[in-house]
């Protein structure tokens, strides 16, 4: 009789753990799954897909704007906010249904109940009960934060709570300026709140190129984001009337009906029990793995954001998957981190893979820079001034593409079929000669001939 009940025990029933569990069990191992919240993790339930839900629904009157330039009478539109949420809800529940249903028929138990860690091969659930797994998959995600810690903080709500409001707020502070704080802004500018950008930096989405940084703030500024930048958020107070004031560093004050602060996220590893099986975490809470995704201790393992090292729902996938294949499967497999296509769900969308121009030149030493700026096409019988941004970045010494960044509408759909060519080594003679699909904003990339100049 085995010394262990199963051969492998996931914590954490998101995109990783559920892709971990299936493919596991595919190879034939016995394996239990524990969630303590909503099988569909972050990325499901509270994450990418209700938000890019929610981008679609922000982007209408743009369709509206275009439309009356085409011809159609379109009459005075409206916006109810309960509906959205409603209908957000039920889609999210049914992918959880087919998370649920995925793992059943393929034999994985579901424990609905919080796991730890006792030693490493034994899980202990809420229920008392404890399971021994010659492996355990450590995938708990992350969770957003309220940080830094201001007087009156607690008034904050983060992109946990931001789902679920009961009211569309009229005024909104977003504090952040990375991928969710851009992507929030956009969506409640784009269903008629007044929203302030609050961000310590400079510029938005560091570490992008800063041709994009440049352009979207450009671009929010026309949508009427009102940007606060080079400034930090001091204290919240809440007013008679349910409002809260938002002091600035500067002294300002703002009174709006909500702040949502999107200022970063940590691993979920507090009270796992990870010290019990010999591990310890690195000063923002994340265990360090090796290549194949393994700690220190032979039988545990860990993916996706609790590692933090590429924080993405489709990384998060393709480790559980390695992990799976690896330990089970017999076929030992690492995942790149170092060519990851990405797209930001702002409004206009972000599209990049590869270097920014700035990383390529200390990097890649002398390179060509090829980028072209334009207004959409479908924007032009409406007068909207929505603009397009393409770039790609070429080493001289090799013509091999290391960077391509896009900006504009479907950039997101652009950048995960350009991926595939960069990730594949293509040059620039490469792009030369594909023929463009006319009339296109994709053609842009393959029609790019004559390189900017460079400044000295």
Known sequence: MSAFDVDLFVIGGGSGGVRAARVAASYGAKVMLAEEYRLGGTCVIRGCVPKKLMVYASRFPDEFADAAGYGWSVPQASFDWTTLIANKDREIARLEGLYRATLENAGVVIAKVRAVIEDAHTVRLATGERVRARFILVAVGAYPTLEPRIPGGEHGITSNEVFDLARQPERILVVGGGYIAVEFAGIFAGLGSAVTLLHRGDKLLRGFDDDVRVALAEAYAKRGVTLALQRTLSGLERRPDGALDAVLSDGET????????ATGRRPNTAGLGLDKAGLAVDEVGAIPVDGYSRTLTPSVYAVGDVTNRANLTPIAIREGHAFADTVFGGKPTMVDHELIPTAVFSTPEIGVIGHTEAAARALCGE????????????????G??????????????????VGVHIMGPSAGEMIQLVGIAVMMGATKADFDRTVAVHPTAAEELVTMRVPVPQTA
């Open 367 to 382: 390179i060509d820079v090829y980028k072209a700026q334009f207004r959409a096409l479908k924007a032009t019988l409406s």
């Open 254 to 261: 703002l009174i709006v009906d909500q702040v949502l602060v």
């Open 384 to 401: 909207r001034d929505e603009r397009v941004l393409m770039k790609v970045i070429v080493e001289k010494a090799t013509d091999k593409v």
